[in-house]
């Protein structure tokens, strides 16, 4: 009977000894920023159909004078006039509305941009292993500010969609809409916002059982 309480102390001491496995937060937030990657396929498709939309409603509201000022553009090798958009954004918790300007050229340059990167971040990316080498707070910024711009692409994309729509009253029927588009972006945000509360609670845990241990001795 000794032998045998003996052998269950020593157990238990075996037991009490042992850690659990060791976090990898680097990999955490390497998901997170995955998740991100995933929209490039998705905001090339609303891209392009914005650029068709775009020519739809320039088509429609193309007057004589109009076609005449961009063939002079044209033969004097002149940059083509700025697309600006006033576009309406919502907000749902307040319920108000407020109108801003939105340069199409400009937007089309940063998203082409992001698109971009994002498709090196998506999957095994070449940016991959970049971003693995980076210490720990940085590629956290990397996440969160990619987080940000997506939420900036998705609300503009929301509003620039409802314009659209809106704008055409002849061609409105060859308006390509882009509502399956923007739920696909706005899951993969979800998903890389979830990535990075766990990240956050992970984190959290490990702070309070070192605490814990400096409290108790151990």
Sequence with gaps: MKEAVLRSLRVAAESSKTTKPKVDYKAILLDGIRAIGLTSTVLTEVAQKIDENEM??????????????????????????????????????????????????QFRTDLDRKIKIFSGIGGQGQLLPKLRAMPEDQILGYLERAIRDVQNFYRILTALDDYFKSAAKESRDRIKGIKPELSSVK???VKASQIQHEYSAAKEEAEQLKRLGANTGA
């Design 56 to 105: 739809t409603l320039a088509n429609e509201k193309k007057s004589i004078w109009t076609k005449i000022k961009q063939l002079l553009r044209s033969m004097m090798n002149s940059e083509p006039e700025a697309v600006i958009y006033e576009l309406t954004f919502v907000d749902p918790i307040k319920a108000t509305h407020t109108k801003e300007y939105l340069n199409l050229g």
């Design 187 to 189: 899951n993969c945000l």
